[in-house]
Nanobody, 117 residues
Framework: VQLQASGGGSVQAGGSLKLSCPAR???????????MAWYRQAPGKQRELVAE???????NYQDSVKGRFTISKDNAKRTVYLQMNSLEPEDTAVYYC?????????WGQGTLVTVSS
């Protein structure tokens, strides 16, 4: 499984970005049954969970992003998304997508999000 996150960039506080992470070399049934997640790592800090989406459709968000971020997926496109609204300088980090399936735990390369005040 190959993951390629994109959509990061530099925005001012209050702005929005949408991250995308298409999964390649994964069969549809595996994609559908996998847990999807986005993590982030700010400079000097540990990687932390931002949002997760279970195979059943349940979502879970870090408290600091609740109401601002939305995780979703498109099974036909085998792509997971993270819509980020009302961005804050504290959201500045490298964001990573993660797919956890029965066959393994897969990570994409990160995409940098920089939010200026």
């Amino acid at each position: 499984v190959q993951l390629q996150a994109s959509g990061g960039g530099s925005v001012q506080a209050g702005g929005s970005l949408k991250l995308s992470c298409p999964a390649r070399r994964i069969i549809l049934s595996t994609f559908i049954s996998s847990r999807m997640a986005w993590y982030r790592q700010a400079p000097g800090k540990q990687r932390e969970l931002v949002a997760e989406l279970s195979s059943g459709g349940s979502t879970n968000y870090q408290d600091s992003v609740k109401g601002r971020f939305t995780i979703s997926k498109d099974n036909a496109k085998r792509t997971v998304y993270l819509q980020m609204n009302s961005l804050e300088p504290e959201d500045t980090a490298v964001y990573y997508c993660n797919v956890e399936s029965g066959s393994g735990d897969y990570w994409g390369q990160g995409t940098l999000v920089t939010v200026s005040s």
